[in-house]
Nanobody
Framework: QVQLVESGGGLVEAGGSLSLSCAASGSIFRPNIMGWYRQAPGKQRELVAGITSGGIASYADSVKGRFTISRDNAKNMAFLQMSSLKPEDTAVYYC???????????WGQGTQVTVSS
C-alpha cells in the first residue's frame, strides 16, 4: 500500500556532491517522520538524517554540516543533499517513513552511493 522509491545514487568523487530523492506513494498520513538511513558492508544500519512533517530535522554527528535533509509534503517526497562527500559515506542509502497515527514504518529498496577516494 505504501511504497518508497529512492533515486539519485551513483558514483561520485571524494569532496563532491550528490542529491538523493525519495518519493512516497500510497496512503501517507501526517504526522510522520521521513528519514534517510545507510548501511555499509559489514556495518550496522545507521540513521543519517530525519525530518518530521512539521519540518524539524536532525542529523547524525558524522554528517552534520555536510548533509541537508528536506521534504515536500505536497509531493510526499524527501531529499538528501550531500556535499563534501567522503569515502566513508559509501553505503546503500534507504528512505523510511514512520506514520505516527498508525505506528507503522515503511522502507524503500535502497540506492547505492559510492564515493571514490
Amino acid at each position: 500500500q505504501v511504497q518508497l522509491v529512492e533515486s539519485g545514487g551513483g558514483l561520485v568523487e571524494a569532496g563532491g556532491s550528490l542529491s538523493l530523492s525519495c518519493a512516497a506513494s500510497g496512503s501517507i498520513f501526517r504526522p510522520n517522520i521521513m528519514g534517510w538511513y545507510r548501511q555499509a558492508p559489514g556495518k550496522q544500519r545507521e540513521l543519517v538524517a530525519g525530518i518530521t512533517s512539521g519540518g524539524i530535522a536532525s542529523y547524525a554527528d558524522s554528517v552534520k554540516g555536510r548533509f541537508t535533509i528536506s521534504r515536500d509534503n505536497a509531493k510526499n517526497m524527501a531529499f538528501l543533499q550531500m556535499s563534501s562527500l567522503k569515502p566513508e559515506d559509501t553505503a546503500v542509502y534507504y528512505c523510511k517513513i514512520y506514520m505516527n497515527i498508525i505506528a507503522r514504518e515503511y522502507w524503500g529498496q535502497g540506492t547505492q552511493v559510492t564515493v571514490s577516494s
